[in-house]
C-alpha cells in the first residue's frame, strides 16, 4: 500500500475551475495505477478518472468527459484532476486512489490504497 494525501479541493462557482493533486507519502507513485473517485452526500463513491503507469493512458467518466483532465508526473510524484466547466453536480468530496493491476480501474473495490478526501463545492 501507498499513502495518499489529495490537496486543491474548494469552493468555486459553476464554471469554474480547480485543480485536485494527490502525492504520495514516503514512497513513489510509480508503478501504481491512479484513480480519482468521488463521493456526493447520500450517494456511493464512482469513478472520475483513472490514469495507467505504463503507457499514460487514460479513462474519463462519462459524466465528466471533456471538462475533466487526469495526469501524472512520475518525476514529482504527483496525479492531478484538471477540473473545467464545474457544475453544481460536481460538488463531492473527491478520492485518489492506487492499485498495482491495470485491471477494473473504474471500479473502487479494485484499488487498496486511498487518500482521505478533498472536498469540492460548486455553487449555482
Known amino acids: 500500500q501507498v499513502q495518499l494525501v489529495e490537496s486543491g479541493g474548494g469552493l468555486v462557482q459553476a464554471g469554474g475551475s480547480l485543480r485536485l493533486s494527490c502525492v504520495a507519502s514516503?514512497?513513489?507513485?510509480?508503478?501504481?495505477?491512479m484513480g480519482w473517485f468521488r463521493q456526493a452526500p447520500g450517494k456511493e463513491r464512482e469513478f472520475v478518472a483513472a490514469?495507467?503507469?505504463?503507457?499514460?493512458?487514460?479513462n474519463v467518466a462519462d459524466s465528466v468527459k471533456g471538462r475533466f483532465t487526469i495526469s501524472r508526473d512520475n518525476l514529482k510524484n504527483t496525479v492531478d484532476l484538471q477540473m473545467n466547466s464545474l457544475k453544481p453536480e460536481d460538488t463531492a468530496v473527491y478520492y485518489c486512489?492506487?492499485?498495482?493491476?491495470?485491471?477494473?480501474?473504474?471500479?473502487?473495490?479494485?484499488?487498496?490504497?486511498w487518500g482521505q478526501g478533498t472536498q469540492v463545492t460548486i455553487s449555482s
Open positions: 486512489a492506487a492499485k498495482r493491476s491495470v485491471a477494473a480501474m473504474e471500479y473502487a473495490r479494485a484499488y487498496d490504497s
Open positions: 490514469i495507467r503507469w505504463s503507457d499514460g493512458g487514460t
Open positions: 514516503g514512497r513513489a507513485l510509480s508503478p501504481y495505477n
